[in-house]
């Protein structure tokens, strides 16, 4: 159900964004796209994680975002000298909202939701799919502009909520969420 709505919402969010910005006129940002890395301290102490991400962003107006999220990650895991290798893929619709903005800087808060299809590469390597949600900041460090392009410099600091039942894997107890703090950074470009 949840990648059925996904596409209803992004065409929503892009008719929204539209007739926002034909109103607002074209001194604003039209869309963008965000690329970046993240660290992911795993509330598992077991386990720790690095990922890479992109984003279409769709601003609704002036202070609201639509960011279409995808995340390719990874999660090593060990214990008891076995190691866990559990590749992650992640898939968002994420809203963001300008909570403080200047010329150079910015501070935005993110909700997120979608699901993660997961593989654990090791031994029987089992796979599982699981709804995500996140919760955090985006604080803007820089922003420039030349001619029509803007571009952002952001780090983004968030907690992920990504439960689901007992999986076993490579290591000897099952684990049962690999959720916990994510630390990023993200360089955009808006049209």
Known sequence: MLKALIPSLVLA???MGS???AA?????KLIGFEFGVGFHLVDESRYEGVSTNFGLVIPVGQKF????YHEQGRYYGKENGVNSNIEADLNEIRFRVSAWENEKMAVKVILGIGYADMVEKEGAAPSWSQVVADAG????I????SGPVKGELAINALYRYLKFTDQTMAVATPVDSLGGFVIGMNAGLFF
């Open 65 to 68: 975002d639509v960011v279409i």
């Open 24 to 28: 607002q006129g074209s001194a604003d």
């Open 13 to 15: 969010g892009a008719i």
């Open 19 to 21: 007739s926002a910005q």
């Open 137 to 140: 900041i985006n604080f803007t």
């Open 142 to 145: 820089l922003k420039a502009q």
